[in-house]
């Protein structure tokens, strides 16, 4: 019996050492080891962070901390300069412009238009469109002023598939001064526009407008509107 016991206690030992040979290196639990920081102390432990030792794999939060991308920035809304409002709201609605337009060889014609103001563009624009009653002129204009520049701006478009883009101050004693150049099919050309109060009722407005030609400024129209 003594005997039996005794093969039996040297077999187990034999197959134990057998087992612990078949097992590799590197996941053998190295002896006297001492388990990693946890807790506060961990992140004070390693340069991986709070809460984790060196070498420690990122928990999931962490992880998605690291690979979240950051949200982009709002963008700025620009909210139109109030004055575009002030003067949509003053001079909108129909007008009936009279006048005349001048050749260039000291005659003229007669122009007759009919001329409607609104606000387009929630109070951006203000929109201006002729209509000649007299001629087969048409043309749209867009005006708006740029608060940081302290300055209007306007574009026409006509239906001859020619087109201004001019600039002014804005009302200075009594009188807007546009200046600005035309352009179109035949070329370019600069122009001059005036824009004047005529009359104590402020129901009229008196326009004229002159070209550089040949070295000199020259006369090419004046009309008066009335709502």
């Known amino acids: 019996m003594t005997r039996t016991l005794a093969l039996v206690i040297m077999l187990s030992s034999a197959l134990a050492v057998a087992d612990e040979a078949r097992?590799?290196?590197?996941?053998?639990?190295?002896?006297?080891r001492k388990p990693p920081p946890t807790g506060a102390s961990a992140g004070s432990a390693s340069s991986g962070g709070p809460g984790r030792a060196a070498g420690a794999p990122m928990d999931r939060d962490q992880d998605m901390r690291v690979m979240r991308p950051m949200p982009p920035p709002k963008p700025i809304v620009q909210k139109p300069a109030p004055e575009v409002a002030a003067f949509g709201k003053q001079y909108a609605g129909t007008w009936t412009c009279k006048g005349n337009t001048m050749r260039g060889d000291g005659s003229s014609t007669p122009l007759t238009a009919s001329v409607s103001v609104r606000l387009d563009l929630d109070n951006a624009w203000v929109v201006t469109s002729l209509?000649?009653?007299?001629?087969?002129?048409?043309?749209?204009?867009?005006?708006?002023?740029?608060?940081v520049a302290k300055q209007w701006s306007r574009v026409q478009l006509a239906n001859t598939s020619g087109y201004v883009v001019?600039?002014?101050?804005?009302?200075?004693?009594g009188k807007w001064t546009w200046t600005g150049t035309a352009r179109s099919p035949n070329g370019s050309l600069e122009l001059r526009d005036y824009e004047q109060a005529d009359g104590k009722d402020g129901k009229a407005i008196k326009l004229w407008g002159e070209a550089m030609l040949g070295g000199s400024w020259t006369k090419l129209y004046e009309v008066t509107c009335r709502k």
Do not use: C, F, H, M
């Not at 590799?24 to 190295?30: D, F, G, I, N, W």
């Not at 209509?131 to 608060?147: I, M, N, Q």
């Open 166 to 173: 001019s600039t002014s101050l804005g009302e200075q004693g």
């Open 23 to 32: 097992i590799p290196e590197a996941s053998k639990p190295a002896p006297n």
């Open 131 to 147: 209509v000649e009653k007299s001629g087969p002129l048409k043309w749209t204009e867009y005006r708006t002023y740029d608060a």
